[in-house]
DNA sequence: ATATATCCGGAACAAGGTTCCGTTTGCAAG
DNA sequence: CTTGCAAACGGAACCTTGTTCCGGATATAT
């Protein structure tokens, strides 16, 4: 009647760290299976969103359920683990973005980029909101991956004197975010669309920015 | 493998009108039962969750889960019918209220009752947020209740001259619920305090609007 | 080549939602 | 006051899904 976290020792989920560290050994077929799972894991939540069933997961990675619950000892610890994975790639996207393109552009193509990533995590929000204990730490992660991430991109843009200086990463995260969830109605095109105009308006605020202080 | 949505005929949760029509024949037994289901539903939820298992709810009312699934087909129509319930509850007080206080007063009543309704109900944003399509009409039911009453009573305290008169009731209604959604962290009294504060503006509104016009 | 710690698979268990059906009962007509 | 029966009741049984367990397979160090 009540709380059960035992919790013995949890690999991944726990630490703020990108990506787990080397332990000891990790069998190659281990490190497969994980792979596998993840992928899996993250091509079912797409379309049967985050409550679907492990065995469906399992099945698709190729493996059995037993074999899940040795990486993931809860279910959660899965649905983090992707998350996590998504997140992270949303971040690397950042520096790659920044290498092939002009300052303002890379900034508006990873803004899009998030937006892919809100709108495509259907039960992103449920999960957030679901008081499970387990997602408590997600919205640290969020933060602390994606504003380092956005906050480069805009200063470049902004020496570029492409956007105006003046934003707040987290600001900026938290708005898009906002004009993506799913539950605020309209599809992924409306969110697209809102959101290129918020860029915009950082486009527009450097130019009169400019105006009015030279 | 996709969305099943028969639904005979469902007697609650469909309609928009606050409480059912009595339809041909309820034999006695039946509504005692229904009545009993809702409170021990309201208590179990409070206590327990909305997450908590039908065969616990319908042990507290006495009753066989038979019965439970009789008048209730979804476990989400009793969720349902007890978010409606405590809504109408809610809405009913303010008329009371009004009568029994003076304007300002009344007003600032019904918004403390209004939070401690958003509080007690844990998961009702879980429920919100699930993607589940059972729970979709109520927001709109919330509206539909909640903000008559709550217009009457701020027209009342506006022609009273205790509170400044351009507020819409949505917009108190939105932002009483922000302040108070339990994800936002801060307990319950927190909660009341903050939406005490927001009252009190309406109030200050009030003068300042008279000095500066008259 | 061998030992062994690690990993794998899937049957088995537990819990909760939902269905089914034999029995009981409210109630209205006679 | 009977009687007939549609409606309602209860709870066992069923299905799905999360989680545990353990005998067998296997990667890897020596």
Redesign the pocket.
Known sequence: MGEKT?NGKTDQGDSLEPRDRAD???????????DALLRAAMAVFATSGV????????EK?????????????????LIVAVFRNEVDACADAAPILAGKHEPGEALALWMQRYVDFITAKRGLAAALYSGNPAFDTLPAYFNQRLRPALQTLLEAAAAAGEVRADIEPGDLLGAAASLAMPAHGGGPAQARRMVALLVDGLRYGASTLADTRS
Chains 1, 2 share one sequence.
Not at 51 to 58: F, G, K, L, M, Y
Request: aromatic share 6%; proline share 8%; no cysteine.
């Open positions: 035992p000891r050994h990790v069998r190659a077929d281990a490190r497969r299976n994980i409550e679907a069933p492990v065995r469906e997961i399992a990675a190729g493996v059995g359920v037993g074999t899940v619950y040795r990486h993931f000892p809860q279910r959660s610890d």
